[in-house]
């Protein structure tokens, strides 16, 4: 049936959960949508199951050979959708890691057209039982300006409500509200705004990219709403595939956060020591310790390591990280100066609306 509502589907970290997202997706959507997917560089097993899935369910399928960051693989999208679906009024992001509740889509396009909202995300929820525990039910974004006696400073504020509290404890506080801060997990947005914002910026290849997006759209005026009538999750694991790991590798890579770190400080001209920044940079590699190294450690050693033996383990992972980084980028020379994609200010992007 023909649609005004194009999903666009792309990696996150990994490509395991590829199979068990697409058939929820199929499973539990009542409203008749269109589908881009974006595969970039999985493995050939995973890339099979898409081609195969493409050919009988008629999605458009764009695949690249080599890795992609998030944000390059939702402007593959975008264009693909301009080809494909000229006619779509409102675009969904989902990570390919995100499984949807049933009649989640409609909920979405509901608030979408009564609010005006120029992006709704749903109830997104965190790991197994699927719609269990709470990761984000809108949030708080923006540029805040903190005064110290002479000394001004602006700041970043992010908040995420009710973050990991189970559904059912504040299941009578989730309703319908405009908020400031949607993530890329699940996010519906209206086609319109891309010819007023340009695409989403690629060089924030790792990390605040949805931070980044949600400060553009309130310079542009946009509305972001979140809908807890629709429900979707998403399932980080343990990542016990090696098919997995390289991208995983490259996708949290100390270089990939570092860049995406200073050029977002540089973009939004914030602080070089705010403690924004400073928690950040002592996390690096966090979530590779905490999805490979320590499950692994657990495994083979059944229990905790000893901490000489972790701070071999974390030094050998850096070694082998930045090893990742380097080869990706023999490999792929083109991928290493990333564009510059103009940045508009809210006076730029309205005269431009217009």
Not at 238 to 255: G, I, K, Q
Request: with cysteine; proline share 6%.
């Amino acid at each position: 049936m023909k649609s005004n509502i194009t999903l666009i589907v792309s990696p996150r970290e990994r490509f395991s959960h590829t199979q068990k997202s697409l058939e929820s997706i199929y499973e539990n959507t009542q409203t008749p949508f269109n589908l881009v997917y974006v595969d970039g560089g999985s493995p050939r097993s995973i890339s099979n199951y898409l081609q195969k899935q493409s050919a009988e369910r008629g999605f458009e399928l764009v695949r690249t050979e080599s890795f992609l960051a998030p944000n390059q693989a939702r402007n593959l999208g975008l264009a693909a959708v301009d080809r494909a679906y000229p006619d779509t009024q409102y675009v969904v992001f989902i990570d390919n890691d995100v499984e949807v509740a049933p009649d989640w889509l409609k909920p979405l396009a509901d608030c979408a057209e009564a609010t005006h909202a120029t992006v709704v995300c749903p109830l997104t929820c965190i790991g197994q039982p699927l719609g269990d525990t709470i990761h984000l039910a809108g949030g708080e974004a923006r540029i805040v300006l903190q005064i110290k006696g002479e000394k001004k400073q602006r700041r970043v504020h992010e908040k995420h409500y009710f973050v990991n509290r189970p559904v059912t404890d504040v299941q009578d506080q989730l309703h319908r509200r405009q908020c400031e801060f949607a993530e890329f997990h699940c996010m519906m947005v209206r086609r319109s705004l891309f010819d007023i914002i340009g695409p989403l910026d690629e060089n924030l290849i790792s990390t605040r990219e949805h931070i980044d997006f949600c400060l553009t759209l309130a310079q542009v005026g946009g509305t972001v709403y979140c809908e807890p009538a629709s429900v979707v999750t998403y399932v980080p694991e343990v990542l016990f595939r090696w098919s997995d790991l390289a991208y995983f590798m490259l996708r949290w890579s100390d270089e990939w956060e570092i860049r995406s770190l200073k050029y977002f400080r540089k973009k939004w001209d914030l602080p070089k020591k705010d403690k924004y920044f400073r928690k950040r940079y002592q996390r690096l590699g966090y979530r590779r310790h905490q999805a490979f190294i320590k499950p692994w450690v657990k495994r083979f050693l059944w229990g905790q390591a000893p901490p000489s033996v972790m701070k071999f383990l974390i030094t050998l992972d850096r070694q082998i990280n930045h090893w990742v980084t380097d080869r990706y980028y023999r490999l792929h020379p083109e991928r290493e100066n990333l564009p510059q994609p103009p940045v508009f200010s809210a006076a730029a992007s309205r005269d431009r609306a217009a």
